[in-house]
């Protein structure tokens, strides 16, 4: 039996952003953690925001909610005045709320708990009980299935490699599909970014 529990919520914030927010939280938390992600409706964007401030935001947004009981988050967000520039990838973040945020770096990290993470610029981001080789893999799998059949793989995935607690981040604004998927054990949540055309 798993000690940890997963949330996944969708939260339409000012200025017409859509986030797709959830977390890794201790057992018994994950009520507490759906009510907290809802402050996120209170973020806006400033007008003159750019590729770096959209993730700095989120990213500082969901440290500001954190405390000890959330391990893990991750939010995905779309954020329209960016959307329509041609190669842009932006708005998704992922890891350890409580660590100073940095860019993705195409690298794996240790994180605390016994979880692991790997980023890259432009996505995908995957942090979970597993062991290096095995993130890059499935976080790159994931991203094509999400790409290219909707995540209808994603579950199937999932069990083929054997990994059962964790959180997969994409961009949610520019190129391709934004998503926030988070599983715990019989627990799967996936929010794809709507985009307005």
Not at 68 to 83: I, K, R, T
Not at 114 to 135: E, K, N, Q, S, V
Request: overall charge negative; proline content about 3%.
């Amino acid at each position: 039996m798993s000690s940890y529990e997963g949330v996944a919520l969708c939260i339409s914030a000012r200025d017409g952003l859509k986030i797709a927010a959830g977390g890794i939280c201790q057992k018994g938390f994950a009520s507490y953690w759906r009510q907290r992600f809802q402050e996120l409706e209170q973020m806006g964007l400033h007008p003159a925001y750019d590729v770096y401030d959209v993730d700095l935001m989120l990213a500082q947004a969901l440290a500001s909610l954190s405390t000890d009981s959330l391990l893990l988050a991750g939010a995905s967000a779309y954020a329209p005045g960016l959307a329509k520039t041609a190669g842009l990838s932006t708005g998704g973040v992922l890891g350890d709320p409580r660590q100073q945020s940095s860019s993705a770096a195409d690298d794996c990290q240790q994180l605390p708990q016994g979880f692991a993470m790997y980023t890259a610029a432009g996505g995908p981001g995957l942090a979970a009980i597993a062991d290096f080789a095995t993130l890059r893999e499935l976080a790159h799998r994931g991203k094509e299935d999400f790409l290219y059949f909707g995540g209808k793989n994603w579950q199937s995935l999932l069990r083929q490699y054997q990994v059962d607690t964790g959180i997969l981040v994409l961009d949610g604004t520019g190129m391709g599909t934004g998503c926030l998927s988070v599983f715990c054990q019989d627990y799967l949540e996936t929010i794809l970014i709507e985009k307005a055309v």
